[in-house]
């Protein structure tokens, strides 16, 4: 492999060229919108990692609009190295302030995601549909598992739940979007990007309204 070689992994793209896939490299926007919405929310809020949550967000906008026009393996990273890092920034955050655990054992489970995840995924590959997003299949996991550790703090916990569902519908339509592509030529990949714009926004809306809350209600 390259860095320049060409990619075709979506139903949209049917050539080479830089927009080959319109909607799939158009709704990249809705990140940067759920970005700058995220960020007028938290215009009084003083939250590093909530500002720093918004700013990978956007960055997952950019990096996903490069994937679907240049197609090319380093365009590729810099699609899935932001994903990334929000994911295991919001492991960190969710262990640390909604958990309450200390940062040492924080970084420890946000280190043990990668690792377990990758063990995880020759076993997730043989899930039907679903299998193609294995490398995704943990986040909803562990999100549901934080929820059900929250019960006792009510609106944390019904709204990760939220979270986790929304990410289960989202990786549904990235899941269905080689196997529909005969009856939906446009395929389903764009509503993944719609949906996680949605996700990501609202995981860190809950953050922010956690933040808010008063100590008693934080659990």
């Not at 365009?75 to 929000?86: E, M, N, R, T």
């Not at 995880?120 to 562990?142: D, E, K, N, R, T």
């Not at 934080?146 to 739940?161: D, E, F, K, T, V």
């Not at 990410?167 to 592509?181: A, G, K």
Request: glycine share 6%.
């Amino acid at each position: 492999m390259t860095w320049t070689e060409h990619v075709d992994g979506y139903c949209e793209r049917i050539d080479p060229s830089f927009w080959a896939e319109p909607v799939n490299a158009a709704t990249n926007a809705a990140f940067v919108i759920a970005a700058l919405v995220m960020a007028y929310r938290l215009r009084t809020t003083h939250s590093p990692l909530a500002w720093t949550l918004t700013g990978v967000l956007g960055l997952i906008g950019i990096g996903s609009f490069l994937f679907h026009t240049f197609a090319q393996p380093w365009a590729g990273a810099l699609d899935v190295v932001p994903i990334v890092a929000f994911i295991l920034i919001y492991i960190f955050t969710a262990s640390r302030d909604f958990l309450g655990l200390s940062t040492l054992w924080s970084l420890g489970i946000m280190m043990a995601f990668l690792p377990l995840s990758a063990s995880l995924i020759p076993a997730f590959q043989s899930l039907p549909l679903y299998g193609q997003s294995a490398g995704y299949l943990l986040v909803p996991i562990f999100i549901a598992i934080y929820a059900i550790l929250l019960h006792a703090n009510p609106p944390l916990s019904r709204g990760l739940a939220i979270g986790a569902c929304l990410l289960v519908l989202s990786l549904t339509f990235r899941s269905l979007d080689m196997p529909l592509c005969e009856t939906l030529p446009l395929g389903t990949h764009f509503l993944w990007h719609i949906l996680n714009a949605i996700l990501l926004a609202w995981m860190i809306e809950i953050y922010r309204r956690h933040r808010l809350a008063p100590p008693a209600a934080q659990g």
